[in-house]
């Protein structure tokens, strides 16, 4: 089991940047694949992003593509969001994951993620 711990959400304006942040602890050495994804109220959890242990591959989704970069840091066990040119839309809680230990499928769905953190809370003024 992978534990992780988000941090970095906050209140900020249209057009600000924010970065979030998730320490992965535990078995992490099972997971080749973190990920982001948000759910907005009344909303089904979506991908916003993922990156590759291993190979440092990114994936995005297109609404966040050119706006949100992910990055990893292996020494520390910790990925980072770093999202630019916030909008309204963007608002949702922001969930970090860990794919499934030999999970080699889509990395776009929740369901290859076996471990979650907490949640933290993005929300974006007009």
């Known amino acids: 089991q992978v534990q992780l711990v988000e941090s970095g959400g906050g209140l900020v304006q249209a057009g600000d940047s924010l970065r979030l942040s998730c320490a992965a602890s535990?078995?992490?050495?099972?997971?080749?694949?973190m990920a982001w994804f948000r759910q907005a109220p009344g909303k089904e959890r979506e991908f916003v992003a993922a990156v590759r242990w291993s190979t440092g591959t990114t994936y995005y989704a297109d609404s966040v593509k050119g706006r949100f970069t992910i990055s990893k840091d292996n020494a520390k066990n910790t990925v980072y969001l770093q999202m630019n040119n916030l909008k309204p839309e963007d608002t949702a809680v922001y969930y970090c994951?860990?794919?499934?230990?030999?999970?080699?499928?889509?990395?776009?769905?929740?369901?290859?993620?076996?471990?979650w953190g907490q949640g933290t809370q993005v929300t974006v003024s007009s």
């Open positions: 994951a860990a794919s499934k230990e030999y999970y080699s499928g889509s990395l776009y769905s929740p369901l290859g993620f076996g471990s």
């Open positions: 535990g078995r992490t050495f099972s997971s080749d694949a």
